[in-house]
C-alpha cells in the first residue's frame, strides 16, 4: 500500500472517538503489515478497513459515476461507512513581517532559518517522521524526541498525541505549509498544537492551521451532504451550471466535455483541500471556527513603555544588552533568538554563547543546518559541479559569508537581489483529484526550486576570497576565503538569494531554465549514489500537451526564429534588484517584490500567446540611487515619452530567451572593447525622440574603430528589425511594439529600447568563461 492508503486506513481504525476503536497494538500491527517488503498479516480484526481502503483505491482515474444511485450500487461497502477522516492544514502567515522585522541579516537569516525548521522538523517530529540528512542520519534524533517531549506535555488528554501521529498521515510540509491526515477526535488537538508550536518557539511569528473530518467517499469524490443522495450531482449542474454563481464555483466550460470535465476536477479531493483552505482564510482574519475553542483573533504582542530600551531593530522592549559583541547591542526575547539562530547557521557552533547562558533563558536553539550545508552536500553528490566551483580551492578553507558586506566584496560593493515565484501554480494545484498526486507535486516542487537554485550557483560562482575589507564588526578579514552568496530562504516555490551583482542575472536566468528543465526530467538531480538518485526523481508529469502551433515572433523580440518553445506547464517569474551594499535591505525587499509583481504580470500576458516559460524583471539602482514612489511610476513618469512618437526607454521584462539575448549582446560588445563613452552618449540621446535617436545612433556607428560588426550581428539584426522586413529599413536603437498582448491599446504603438538595461547592467556583465554544467537524464 502507498503511504496515502495507510494513513487512511490508520484513521478508519482509529474511529471517531479520542480512544481507537481497536487496540493500539493492532493498529501499529496493520501499519506495519501494510508497510513495503513486509510479510505480515494484516490483524483480522482491521481486515474489512483495509479493504475498504483498497477499494478506494482500486477505483480508476477516469472513472465518475454519472448518478449518484450507479456510486452507491458500485461502491456500497464506501457508502456506508460513517467513520470520520480528520485532514488538516496549516503554516506560517505574514511570513516576510517576521523575516524582515530587522534589517540586520544576520536576524534575517535566523527569522527565515527558524521558521524553516518549524515547517521541515519540529511538525515532521510530531508525526515520528525524524529528519535524517544523508551525510549525517542521526544528526536531529534527539531534538526530534525533545519536540515530541513538548508536544505530549501540551496535548496529552487519553494518548499523548505524538502516539496518534505516524509518518504516513502526512501529505506534505513543505514551503512553510502542511497538509495531513489526522484521526478524526484530533484534529483541533493537531491544529492547537501547530499553531503552539510556532509561538513558543518564535514568539512573534503569525501562524494558522484549521481541520475538519471528511468520509471516506469524499476522498474520492469531494464534498458529500450529510444524506449522499442529497448532494447536487451532474445532472443539477448540467441545468444549472450557466449561473453566475455556479460558473464562479465550477468554472466557465465551453461545450458537453469541458462541463464534464470541470465538474469531475471539483469533485475530488480539491474539494476538500478548498474547504480547508477557506476555514484557513477565516481563521486568519480572526474569524470563530466551528468546534474551536482556541481563538486568533489576537496575534502575539508584548507589552513595552516608553521610556524603556528597545531592541535594535522590532522595537520591543529589550531584555538584554550585550556588550560581548562588535558593538554593544539590544536584543529583546524574540530578536535574541533570530540572532541566535542566524548564529548558529553561520558559525556551526552547537552551544549558545556565554552571554546568553548568563542571562538564564531558557530557550534554545538546537542543532541547525544551514543552507551552505546542504549545497555543499549537494557538491559533494555531484562531482562535476563541485569540481567547477571550487576550481583548486580546497573545500575545508571556504567559510560562511558572515555578512553582505562580504557578499558584495566579490562585485566591487554592489549585490543582486533575486526573488522568484512559481507560475501557473494555483492554477495547477486546482487540477489535482488525489492525495498522491498532491503529495508527489509538493515534493517534485521542492526538489526542483532548491536544485535549479544549488545548480545555478555552482555554474556561475567560485569561493571568492575578501580584499580590501574593512569591517570591524566580522570575525573574517582579508585573505579568509568564502562561498560568495546568502541564501535567505527556499520553500515550495519561493525563492530569495543574495548574491555578487556581477552574476545576479545569469544566476536568475539559470534557476528559470533549470527549475523547468528538472520538472521535464531533462537533468538529473544527482551524478553518483544511486540510492540517494532514486530520492531524488521527479515523479509528476508536467510537459505541456500544445494544440495550436508555435509563434515566437508574438513573444521573443529577440531572435524569434532561435527561440526554442517552453515545454513546462510550470514556470518561474523572478525580480532581480542590483544596488550597492549600503542600500537598506527593507527597501531592496520593497523594490524586489514590485520587480516580481511586474514580471509574473509579463508572464501572464504572454501566457494568452503560448507562451509558458519564465520571465525576468530588473533595476539597477546607480544611475538612479532612490526611487520616491513605485518602479512602475518611475519608468511611467521617467523613463516614457508621448511626444511626438510613444517612446519606452527600457524593454524589461524579458522571457527567459530575451535575457540570454540580452547577456549575449553586452558580453559581444565587451569582447570587441566598444567604447564605454559612445554607450552612455547614446543612452543620453533616446530622450530627444525617436528620429534624433535613430540618427546619432547611425552617427556614431559609422565612426566606430571598433565592435562594428558585433553591434550589427548582436544589436541591430538581433533586436531591432524593422516592421516590414522585406523594405530593408532600419529602426534601431528601437523596437516596434504594435500593443498585441495588451488589453489597454492606449499608448500603442510605440517604440522600445534595450540600449537603457544594456548601459545599466553594462559593469555587471561578464564574458562567459565556460559553457554551463549539464548533467542529462
Known amino acids: ?113 527558524l521558521l524553516d525548521r518549524i515547517n521541515q522538523i519540529d511538525l515532521k517530529a510530531f508525526f515520528n517522521d525524524d529528519y535524517q540528512p544523508e551525510y549525517k542520519p542521526n544528526l536531529y534524533q534527539a531534538q526530534c524526541t525533545d519536540i515530541r517531549t513538548w508536544l505530549n506535555d501540551n496535548f496529552h488528554q487519553y494518548f499523548n498525541l505524538s502516539e496518534v501521529l505516524i509518518p504516513e498521515l502526512i501529505i506534505y510540509s513543505t514551503g512553510g505549509n502542511i497538509l495531513v491526515f489526522c484521526p478524526a477526535a484530533y484534529v483541533h488537538d493537531l491544529a492547537d498544537a501547530i499553531e503552539k508550536r510556532y509561538t513558543y518557539e518564535t514568539l512573534t511569528a503569525n501562524s494558522c492551521a484549521v481541520g475538519d473530518t471528511f468520509r471516506l467517499l469524499e476522498i474520492r469524490f469531494g464534498l458529500l451532504k450529510e444524506n449522499i443522495e442529497d448532494t447536487p450531482w451532474l445532472e443539477w449542474y448540467h441545468k444549472n451550471y450557466q449561473k453566475p454563481i455556479i460558473q464562479a ?3 466557465y466550460p465551453k461545450d458537453e ?49 516608553p521610556y524603556l530600551v528597545r531592541d535594535g531593530g522590532e522595537n520591543r522592549s529589550s531584555i538584554l544588552q550585550v556588550d560581548k559583541l562588535a558593538r554593544e547591542t539590544s536584543f529583546s526575547e524574540s530578536s535574541v533568538r533570530k540572532y541566535l539562530f542566524g548564529d548558529r547557521a553561520k558559525d556551526g557552533d552547537l552551544k549558545e554563547p556565554q552571554w546568553y547562558f548568563n542571562s538564564n533563558l531558557e530557550w534554545r536553539r538546537g542543532i541547525v543546518e544551514s543552507w551552505v550545508n546542504r549545497f555543499t552536500e549537494f557538491l559533494d553528490e555531484n562531482p562535476t559541479y563541485k569540481t567547477k566551483y571550487y576550481a583548486g580551492v580546497e573545500p575545508r578553507d571556504v567559510k560562511i559569508a558572515q555578512t ?27 487540477k489535482i483529484r488525489k492525495p498522491e498526486e498532491h503529495k508527489e507535486f509538493s515534493r517534485d516542487i521542492d526538489l526542483a526550486t532548491r536544485y535549479a537554485v544549488y545548480q545555478a550557483l555552482a555554474d556561475n560562482l567560485h569561493p571568492h576570497t575578501l580584499k580590501h575589507l574593512n569591517d570591524e564588526e566580522s570575525e573574517l578579514g582579508n585573505g579568509d576565503i568564502i562561498h560568495p552568496f546568502e541564501i535567505i530562504t527556499i520553500g515550495g516555490d519561493d525563492i530569495l538569494i543574495v548574491v555578487p551583482a556581477n552574476k545576479a542575472l545569469e544566476i536568475s536566468q539559470m534557476i528559470a531554465e533549470r527549475f523547468e528543465n528538472i520538472l521535464l526530467k531533462k537533468i538529473n538531480l544527482v551524478e553518483i549514489q544511486p540510492h540517494i538518485q532514486e530520492k531524488r526523481c521527479i515523479l509528476g508529469n508536467y510537459k505541456y500537451k500544445f494544440d495550436k502551433p508555435f509563434e515566437p515572433h508574438k513573444i521573443h523580440r529577440y531572435q524569434p ?18 544596488t550597492a551594499i549600503n542600500t537598506p535591505i527593507y527597501y531592496a525587499k520593497e523594490l524586489i517584490e514590485q520587480l516580481l509583481k511586474s514580471a509574473k504580470e509579463r508572464a501572464k500576458k504572454l501566457k494568452n500567446v503560448g507562451y509558458h516559460g519564465g520571465t525576468v524583471d530588473f533595476l539597477t539602482l546607480k544611475s ?10 518611475f519608468r511611467e513618469q521617467a523613463l516614457t515619452k508621448k511626444t511626438p512618437q510613444n517612446l519606452r526607454l527600457y524593454a524589461a521584462p524579458y522571457t527567459l530567451h530575451e535575457l540570454r539575448g540580452l547577456l549575449t549582446s553586452i558580453a559581444a560588445l565587451k569582447k570587441a572593447k566598444f567604447p564605454k563613452s559612445q554607450l552612455y552618449q547614446i543612452r543620453s540621446l533616446l530622450e530627444r525622440g525617436k528620429h534624433t535617436a535613430i540618427l546619432n545612433y547611425r552617427y556614431f556607428r559609422v565612426r566606430l574603430k571598433q565592435g562594428k560588426s558585433e553591434l550589427e550581428n548582436d544589436f541591430e539584426k538581433a533586436w531591432c528589425p524593422p516592421k516590414n522586413e522585406n523594405n530593408g529599413g532600419n529602426l534601431a536603437p528601437w523596437m516596434y511594439d504594435d500593443g498585441s498582448l495588451e488589453d489597454d491599446k492606449s499608448g500603442y504603438p510605440l517604440y522600445e529600447t534595450i540600449w537603457r538595461d544594456m548601459v545599466d547592467i553594462y559593469e555587471f556583465v561578464e564574458e562567459s568563461e565556460n559553457s554551463p554544467v549539464e548533467v542529462e537524464s
Open 561 to 578: 526564429s532561435k527561440a526554442e518553445r517552453s515545454e513546462c506547464k510550470l514556470s518561474t517569474s523572478i525580480g532581480v534588484l542590483i
Open 624 to 633: 538612479v540611487t532612490m526611487i520616491a514612489s513605485s518602479v512602475k511610476e
Open 249 to 251: 464555483y465550477f468554472g
Open 257 to 305: 466535455n469541458e462541463r464534464l470535465e470541470v465538474f469531475k476536477t471539483r469533485k475530488s479531493f480539491n474539494e476538500i483541500t478548498t474547504k480547508l483552505a477557506v476555514l484557513f482564510n477565516q481563521r486568519r482574519s480572526g474569524n470563530d471556527i466551528p468546534g474551536r475553542k482556541t481563538t486568533r483573533r489576537y496575534p502575539p504582542m508584548f507589552e513595552t513603555h
Open 1 to 113: 500500500m502507498s503511504s496515502i492508503s495507510i494513513a487512511i486506513a490508520w484513521c478508519l481504525a482509529w474511529g471517531n472517538e479520542r480512544k481507537p476503536q481497536f487496540d493500539i497494538t493492532v493498529l501499529q500491527e496493520m501499519r506495519e503489515a501494510l508497510n513495503k517488503n513486509n510479510a505480515k498479516e494484516v490483524p483480522e480484526a482491521v481486515k474489512a478497513i483495509v479493504q475498504q481502503v483498497e477499494e478506494l483505491q482500486s477505483i480508476k482515474d477516469d472513472y465518475f459515476p454519472p448518478t449518484l444511485d450507479e456510486l452507491k450500487h458500485q461502491h456500497s461497502n464506501l457508502w456506508n461507512q460513517t467513520t470520520k477522516i480528520g485532514l488538516v492544514y496549516g503554516g506560517a502567515t505574514k511570513v516576510k513581517n517576521y523575516v524582515f522585522d530587522s534589517a540586520k541579516i544576520q536576524e534575517i537569516r535566523g527569522a527565515s532559518g
Open 404 to 430: 553582505l558586506t562580504h557578499v558584495s566584496n566579490a562585485s566591487k560593493g554592489f549585490l543582486g537581489y533575486i526573488y522568484a515565484d512559481g507560475n501557473n501554480m494555483g492554477g495547477y494545484i486546482q
